[in-house]
């Protein structure tokens, strides 16, 4: 297969890259740079990175470039090889000298990697699919730092009575529907994550959750269990303000658009939010990452009585290996080749998050109240 191949990307230095941003999470942070033409992407950035931010940008790790144009005449002809990139979606990509090329067949982008610098290129004519590769960008880069030193899980976390609570569980366990019901149901909670999340994990200091910047999905039957939401989410739909996603993003392709879910109060498929949205619609703060106080583990509901098991050492590292996120639909399309390290020593960890196991009930109310009421005890406890 042919695409055409840079030897050397666009002179950054001829363009006028006078607005930047940067985005920070301790030692891991990215910078973008872009055009005065494209300032109104720092806010659409925003509402999905919510890890502190400068206007303009500071030092970074990974700088990105944003280009308003197509790259494709200073492009010289190679052999490519097809690449699975997001989701399912694929891409070309070639290998010439320093720099990794990779052209997205969704959004038809394409991006030039300079990993020994930690430079990345994107070109783009269309500001909605140009927004698409530099967010998708941003977010590989930071997965690519935080992997070297954190574990990723798939499941939720909230802030609920001063206390930090991680929900782990299949498919179908009710962690999306746990995390927004205690959302909803209590003023002083905060938001941590819904779906992925990084535990982060190093010898001599506490373990601490950061938050993977993904679309909350929900089923609109899950929101109808909550009696304000369905009212709420009618009033975003005619009150959407700038930034609407499902006209803007492609995070999940396969599912419907926002807007037709909405329409319809009996769709079984899944209502799509960024994080921005998901939290105003709750109207709850968000914390994209901070310690984390505990685990639970999820078993389907089966009991009248909810029960909190305590979990033995052993059983705590057979069970989270069990459930660490492969990232088996974020692969690492950018070519980086980073450290991924999953064989961590919880034991040399200070302080590790204590594991539960959470044998719910068929009650969600009870069950709500039943957390909410352990988590006030035990910040009681710590006080």
């Known amino acids: 297969m042919e695409v055409r191949v840079s030897i050397e990307p666009m002179n950054i230095w001829s363009r006028d890259f006078n607005t930047s941003c ?47 144009d197509t790259a494709a005449d200073m492009f010289l002809t190679g052999k490519s090889e097809k690449i699975n990139m997001e989701l399912g979606e694929t891409g070309k990509l070639i290998v010439t000298g320093k720099y990794t090329v990779i052209e997205s067949d969704a959004t038809k982008g394409i991006v030039v990697i300079d990993s020994k610098s930690k430079v990345v290129s994107i070109y783009n004519p269309r500001y909605k699919v140009r927004f698409i590769d530099a967010y998708r960008v941003v977010r590989q880069l930071f997965a690519t730092q935080l992997l070297e030193h954190s574990i990723p899980f798939h499941g ?29 149901k209590n003023p002083t909670s905060s938001y941590i994550c819904n779906d992925r999340f990084f535990l982060k994990v190093l010898p001599g200091h506490p373990a601490e959750i950061v938050q993977w910047p993904e679309c909350p999905a929900l089923t609109y039957t899950t929101l109808c269990m909550f009696e304000e939401l369905p009212d709420r989410i009618e009033y975003m739909k005619h009150h959407p303000g700038r930034f609407v996603p499902s006209e803007r993003f492609i995070d999940h392709p396969r599912l419907p658009g926002k807007q037709e879910i909405i329409s319809n109060r009996t769709d079984e498929g899944k209502v799509i939010f960024t994080n921005l949205e998901f939290t105003s619609m709750l109207r709850r703060s968000i914390m994209p990452s901070t310690s984390l106080d505990y685990i639970f583990l999820l078993s389907r509901p089966e009991n009248n009585e909810c029960e909190l098991v305590p979990i033995s050492d052993t059983e705590t590292m057979q069970l989270l290996n069990k459930n ?25 960890v200070r302080d590790f998050p204590q594991c539960f196991l959470f044998r719910r009930t068929y009650n969600l109310e009870y069950d709500l109240a039943f957390l909410k009421e352990w988590a006030l005890d035990r910040f009681l406890d710590k006080k």
């Open 156 to 184: 939720g976390a909230v802030h609920l009575e001063g206390i930090n609570i991680a929900f782990l569980g299949h498919k179908g366990f009710g962690k999306s529907t746990l995390v927004t019901g205690l959302l909803y």
């Open 324 to 348: 660490i996120d492969a990232f088996d639909s974020f692969p690492d399309w950018l070519n980086i080749q980073g450290k991924r390290n999953h064989n961590i020593d919880l034991a040399a």
């Open 22 to 68: 940067s985005f920070h999470l301790r030692e891991n942070s990215v910078a973008i740079f872009m055009e005065k033409e494209d300032a109104e992407m720092i806010d659409d950035l925003q509402a999905f990175f919510h890890y502190p931010s400068y206007r303009p940008a500071r030092r970074s790790v990974w700088t990105v470039y944003l280009y308003r």
